[in-house]
């Protein structure tokens, strides 16, 4: 387990692994757009909600939706991939 990470995690972790991703998705053109284009956000709004629960959530669903791309996100972050499905599980319950 990353050390990032307590056993459990909280809200707030779950937050910061999906601000994680969200940059990790941000640094490669094609990933975001990507992204962009099968969620429908356009970039102007990502980027003025980049912090709220319902971005957070479709950028860890994406990653979700994604294996291969997730198991390059855990391997770069140095998290367990089940981390990223604790944090949606976490995200949507305050959704």
Do not use: C, W, Y
């Not at 990353?2 to 779950?14: E, T, V």
């Not at 990507?34 to 950028?59: C, H, I, M, P, Y």
């Not at 791309?69 to 944090?87: K, T």
């Amino acid at each position: 387990m990353n050390k990032r990470f307590k056993a459990r995690m909280s809200q707030g972790d779950a937050e910061t692994l999906a601000l994680q991703i969200l940059a990790f998705l941000a640094e490669d053109r094609r990933r975001l757009e990507r992204f962009l284009a099968l969620t429908g956000l356009r970039a102007e709004a990502l980027q003025t909600n980049a912090g709220e629960t319902e971005t957070l959530l479709a950028v860890t669903q994406h990653l979700l939706d994604d294996e291969s791309l997730l198991l390059v996100f855990a391997s770069q972050a140095g998290v367990a991939p089940e981390h990223i499905a604790e944090a949606h599980r976490l995200l949507g319950a305050k959704a």
